[in-house]
């Protein structure tokens, strides 16, 4: 068995394909359309176009549970997912010039540093350094 897609929701698959690839630095890997005005829409890391697929998911559009799900998620402060990354505070820095705005700055976990950032399309995201 391999991880080849994992979905997030998003609300607005334009506005998260412009962030993901535009600030994020992924880049587009499938763009299907599915009906209805949603697409198949997946953004791989530059560093890994053959790795696992991030599945930009217009879920909380059309299925309640699934918006409700997300919001719970945002207002509570979690992370919906992580990335990984060599060195959180270069990142960290990064994204900020780009204008991403954080909710947690880089902070040391234990073993790992970690930030927590808003991606624009009612999520939040962790980016994280092992130590």
């Known amino acids: ?3 080849k897609v ?11 394909l412009r962030f993901y690839t535009g600030k994020l630095g992924f880049i ?11 697409r198949w829409l997946t953004v791989v890391s530059a560093e890994d176009q ?6 930009l998911e217009p879920a ?11 919001e ?10 992580q990335f990984r990354v060599d060195d959180v505070e270069a990142e960290y820095k990064r994204l ?7 909710s947690m700055k ?15 399309c009612g999520n939040n995201m962790m980016i994280v350094e092992m130590l």
């Not at 587009?28 to 949603?38: A, M, S, V, W």
């Not at 053959?50 to 599945?55: A, T």
């Open 6 to 16: 994992v979905g997030i929701p998003v609300r607005d698959q334009e506005k998260a």
């Open 106 to 120: 880089p902070t040391e976990m234990g073993m790992a540093k970690a930030a927590i950032f808003d991606d624009t």
């Open 28 to 38: 587009k890997k499938q763009d299907l359309p599915l009906g209805g005005g949603n």
């Open 96 to 102: 900020s010039g780009l204008g991403v705005e954080f």
């Open 60 to 70: 909380p559009n059309h299925f309640e549970p699934a918006k409700v799900y997300q």
């Open 50 to 55: 053959d790795g696992p697929e991030l599945l």
């Open 72 to 81: 719970a998620i945002k207002d509570a402060g979690m992370p919906y997912t």
């Open 1 to 3: 068995m391999k991880i």
